[in-house]
């Protein structure tokens, strides 16, 4: 069996890798290696954004790429890409939702969210992309202010259609996954994540909003670092 040498890191809807970037830098201090692939999804150029299945591609590229095994971390969004393609690749040790969709085949993240638009999404006049409204308020709840600020001037665009794509596979049905509850998130709330926390193997939880990798990057580390450790062990 190939030994587990990586952490993946997948970022969520209308992000960017970069806002890994201190748990990355906690990790790799540690010596191990990551990675953050790039979802196509979200993007300054509009006309040019992905699909889920154009972020299926990214995951798959980046697991491709990986020495061994991995430990795959996906955060809101980007559990679905990761659910989607994580068990063919035969590349991954233990899958960590943190407050992700972990959503199951014909579910799509517009159906989890009751089949409407929640208010805060704003969807562009030509129907084909999404940004949010408040993400002060939504994302950063519980990060400085100097951080917030950075995070939301670095928000993108997000393809409407990567919402509104359905799954056709689910990963955690067939590798071992943990779900970290984010207890003052504003994006998804404590209740929907509870509910699908229902399908991991492991349940931890964090007191945090919904952007822990820029509140509380120390404590996300260690966590990804424990699973990691565990996984290896």
């Known amino acids: 069996m190939s030994a587990i040498t990586s952490v993946v890191l997948v970022h969520g809807a209308w992000h ?3 806002c890994w970037s201190q748990v990355a830098c906690r990790l790799l201090d540690i010596g191990i290696d990551v990675r953050v692939p790039d979802l196509p999804s ?3 150029a509009t006309g040019q954004l992905g699909d889920l299945a154009a972020d299926v591609a990214a995951v798959r590229a980046a697991l491709a790429e990986v020495p061994g095994k991995a ?3 996906a955060h809101s969004y980007g559990g679905l890409p990761v659910t989607e393609v994580a068990a063919s690749t035969g590349k ?3 899958l960590v939702y943190l407050c992700a969709f972990m959503l199951g085949p014909g579910e799509s993240l517009l159906s989890a969210a009751g089949g409407q638009d929640p ?3 704003i969807t562009s006049a030509d129907g084909r992309t999404v940004t949010p409204a408040d993400p002060r308020d939504i994302f950063y709840n519980d990060c ?3 951080v917030a600020a950075a995070a939301e001037a670095a928000l993108l665009p997000q393809a409407r259609a990567s919402f509104t794509q359905q799954l056709t596979a689910a990963a955690w049905k067939e590798l ?3 779900y970290v509850i984010c207890e003052r998130d504003n994006a998804i709330p404590a209740f929907a994540q509870e509910a699908m926390s229902q399908r991991a193997r492991e349940v ?4 945090a909003g919904h952007s822990p990798f820029l509140s509380r990057p120390d404590d996300v580390a260690a966590l990804v670092r424990d699973v990691f450790a565990r996984a290896s062990g």
């Open 144 to 146: 400085t202010d100097e």
């Open 16 to 18: 960017r890798p970069s």
């Open 42 to 44: 979200a993007g300054p």
């Open 176 to 178: 071992p996954s943990t």
């Open 204 to 207: 931890r939880r964090l007191d």
């Open 92 to 94: 991954v040790a233990h």
């Open 71 to 73: 430990v795959v971390v």
């Open 119 to 121: 208010p805060w999404w």
